[in-house]
């Protein structure tokens, strides 16, 4: 074995990234996945991105504002609960990409690669929920604004909707080799 692993070496062959590779004394071992730096400083941009649309999102809010009278300044369609669901989702995602920026800008302090990596891990998935209730936010913001126009409501929300479904299928495939992952 050694023999086939020094020749494939001298060959210039990639090490593979198998999870369950065993040490030197025999027993099992789990190779942990370590985020580079390049991907932190993309995900540290996605997660800023995410921030800023969000914060956007939420100081022009679809519909507008009352413009005369005594409720001056107030959203237009603050009775809707389509527009009660973007303000949450949009809260959320505002809330976790801002959270998710200052781990990953803080992460560099510390001195253990160990907890610099989990803290990286976190903040994606901090990340990701909050991709996922943009998503949400701009489905439910488009849905109030165009609630009068039932059809185009719909579609937009199932478009929307269908994203989800999207990226599982897209990552299972990558992630599997056209084997979609068990749900």
């Not at 610099?116 to 849905?143: C, D, H, P, Q, R």
Request: no cysteine.
């Amino acid at each position: 074995m050694q023999d086939q692993i020094r020749l494939l070496k001298s060959a210039r062959s990639k090490q593979s990234q198998r999870l369950d590779q065993k040490s030197k004394n025999g027993q099992e071992k789990t190779q942990r996945v370590v985020l580079t730096k390049e991907a932190k400083e993309t995900h540290l941009l996605v997660a800023t991105l995410i921030a800023t649309v969000s914060f956007a999102a939420g100081i022009t809010v679809p519909g507008g504002t009352i413009q005369d009278g005594e409720n001056k300044g107030s959203p237009v369609l603050v009775q809707s609960s389509f527009f009660k669901a973007f303000m949450v989702s949009n809260t959320i995602s505002m809330v976790l990409a801002a959270t998710a920026v200052s781990i990953y800008l803080f992460t560099p302090v510390t001195r253990n690669k160990r907890k610099e990596n989990a803290f990286s891990k976190t903040a994606l998935v901090f990340t990701l929920i909050a991709l996922a209730a943009m998503i949400i936010a701009f489905i439910t913001g488009t849905y109030v604004v165009l609630e009068s126009s039932r059809v185009i409501a719909v579609a937009i929300f199932l478009i929307g909707l269908s994203s989800f479904m999207l990226a599982y299928y897209v990552v299972a495939f990558w992630h599997g080799y056209g084997k979609p992952l068990p749900p």
